[in-house]
């Protein structure tokens, strides 16, 4: 099993920033593709971001050009730094880990899920 903690969620004001972060568990971080989803009050989950174990990335139409992903495979971690954030930004931010070479916009190809950390945006 792959342990996987976020943090860096809060309440922030429109306009302003956040940077996520997630901790994983295990040797073999540096191969698996993780990816970042978001779920909004009465909304379903969508994906926000990914970054391959090779490093190649993928966002969602709706943060492109105001949210980066990254890794640092030195600290098992990955981030989702999140700048001129809207209050449609506001959702729980799930942190996920693939360990296939199956597509990465897809949930249901990551293998092991964060607990969440919740984002509020405020107008």
């Known amino acids: 099993q792959v342990q996987l903690v976020e943090s860096g969620g809060g309440l922030v004001q429109a306009g302003g920033s956040l940077r996520l972060s997630c901790a994983a568990s295990?040797?073999?971080?540096?191969?698996?593709?993780m990816g970042w989803f978001r779920q909004g009050p009465g909304k379903e989950r969508e994906f926000v971001a990914a970054?391959?174990?090779?490093?190649?990335?993928y966002y969602a139409d709706s943060v492109k050009g105001r949210f980066t992903i990254s890794r640092d495979n030195a600290k098992n971690t990955v981030y989702l730094q999140m700048n001129s954030l809207k209050p449609e930004d506001t959702a729980v931010y799930y942190c996920?880990?693939?360990?296939?070479?199956?597509?990465?916009?897809?949930?249901?190809?990551?293998?092991?899920w964060g607990q969440g950390t919740q984002v509020t945006v405020s107008s």
């Open positions: 996920a880990a693939k360990t296939t070479g199956l597509s990465s916009r897809y949930d249901i190809n990551y293998d092991y």
């Open positions: 295990g040797r073999t971080f540096s191969r698996y593709s």
């Open positions: 970054i391959t174990w090779t490093s190649y990335i």
